[in-house]
């Protein structure tokens, strides 16, 4: 009898429970509110899920991932080794033919890029470190891949945070965007209907990313991996004789490494990096980054249809990254004004063009913040 008293106190004492904090079971109620909005309301259930379920394991106490599977899926994130592959797979599945046929719908993806500076101004306002500060504004570009990717090289103690952030905001487009685009813009702007775009050519659809390449990664070295594996992977979807490459980009690799990517996210939200007022400003200021880089969008729409009176400003509201999303709403509030109406492809050149420019915003900061 006293034998196995001793076996079963000293299990009690190797267990969780002794170590269970406050911290730990809100933290795995964050947890279950992040279940239950990715598979009840729809939310990003593919990314949010991962991402909630990491954050319960995170939260149970001595779980041993210091070492194991847990460990490399950390490393993967710390490594930078995720977010890369993440953006081949998003290459595979990106056609950057309506932006080549319109291109200047590449300025709308750049305007919508001030989001993430005036996110920026407003974390080193509220006293962030310029570091910080800058992982927080890249929220702005609703693309969670480059947020991770920032955030692991700047700030890696505010991973956690960011990453649900970008996340949740990029499941809420249909939600946030609407409402401003309808505030900068007239039933009539919204009305207009734009002509169909140019047949673009195989031979063009396969040197824009080897230009791309060469050109932004010299101007920019810090941000060759994440551009070159993104315009690679297209360059398997165009390239007319790779198509098991493209086939397993777009599918298998980026569906695993998902897992993976979202997984590593939900392990750095510990309650004690995540518990904290500096988690409440970020997510504040993720929304005011995405609302600033949608305004900025639909503004610089309107100055396009000022000089030539053909552009329906709703596209300017996909420059932001969240692909096809931005796109689709830019499609929906165009139908609503005008049943007529046909923008997803003209949405899509911004919409695409807001992927690069969100990723030329992080080599930006990242050429900044090391020197």
């Known amino acids: 009898m006293d034998a196995f008293m001793v076996a079963l106190n000293s299990v009690w004492t190797d267990s969780g429970f002794l170590a269970f904090t406050w911290g730990n079971a809100v933290m795995i109620a964050v947890g279950c509110v992040l279940l239950y909005l990715a598979f009840a309301k729809g939310f990003e259930p593919l990314l949010l899920s991962p991402i909630a379920f990491g954050c319960i394991l995170a939260n149970l106490p001595r779980n041993g991932f210091e070492e194991g599977v847990m460990a490399l899926i950390s490393a993967g994130i710390k490594q930078e080794i995720f977010p890369p592959l993440i953006f081949l797979g998003v290459g595979a ?10 291109p200047k719908t590449l300025l709308m993806g750049a305007a919508a890029q001030i989001g993430v500076f005036v996110a920026l101004a407003g974390a080193m306002f509220l006293g962030f470190t310029e570091q910080q500060a ?10 969670g891949p480059t947020s991770i990717y920032l955030a692991s090289k700047l700030a890696p103690e505010l991973l956690g945070a960011i990453a649900v952030a970008a996340y949740s905001y990029m499941s809420l487009v249909p939600l946030i965007q609407p409402p401003v685009m ?26 824009f990313p080897v230009v791309s390449t060469i050109a932004i990664s010299l101007l920019l070295p810090p941000i060759t991996s994440l551009l070159g594996m993104l315009m690679l992977g297209n360059l398997f979807r ?15 690799l980026i569906n695993t490494v998902t897992i993976f990517l979202a997984t590593g996210t939900g392990l750095t939200m510990s309650a004690e990096s995540f518990i904290s007022f500096e988690t409440l400003e970020i ?10 880089g949608t305004a900025g969008g639909v503004i610089f729409g309107k100055i396009m249809y000022m000089i030539d009176g053909k552009t329906n400003p709703l596209i300017g509201s996909a420059g932001v990254s969240a692909v096809p999303m931005a796109a689709r709403v830019s499609q929906i509030e165009g139908a609503k004004a005008n049943p007529a109406n046909f923008l997803l492809m003209h949405a899509m050149g911004p919409n695409v063009a807001g992927v690069i420019g969100t990723a030329v915003a992080a080599g930006t900061m990242l050429a900044m913040m090391s020197r």
């Open 93 to 102: 599945m990106t056609d950057f033919g309506p932006l080549i046929a319109n």
């Open 182 to 207: 309808r505030l900068f813009t007239t039933k009539k702007e919204r009305e207009i209907v734009m002509e169909q775009l140019r047949e673009v050519s195989r031979f063009e659809k396969i040197m």
């Open 134 to 143: 800058a992982a927080i504004g890249i929220i702005g570009g609703a693309d």
């Open 283 to 292: 997510i504040f200021l993720g929304l005011v980054a995405f609302i600033g």
């Open 238 to 252: 165009e390239s007319g004789v790779t198509a098991r490459l493209a086939d397993t980009s777009e599918n298998a």
